[in-house]
């Protein structure tokens, strides 16, 4: 897959993984404003359409409703 360097991605989240909608290295963290590269990223909400840094800040955010 060919990525743009530097440039946010645009996913889809789904169940069982994401699509990328438009090409990019990394999504911003929904919670935090950190840059997840994509190999790396782990957590995500299907139902807010949202990307996370870590477990924490998932659950951050499901805590937030």
């Not at 950190?34 to 998932?58: F, G, N, T």
Request: glycine share 8%; net charge positive.
């Amino acid at each position: 897959m060919l990525m743009a360097q530097g440039r946010p991605a645009r996913l889809h989240y789904m169940a069982n993984g994401f699509r990328v909608m438009a090409a990019g290295d990394h999504v911003v963290c929904a919670i935090s404003g950190a840059k997840v590269p994509l190999d790396e990223l782990r957590y995500w909400s299907v139902l807010r359409q949202e990307p996370y840094a870590s477990c924490e800040m998932s659950t951050q955010a499901e805590r937030k409703g």
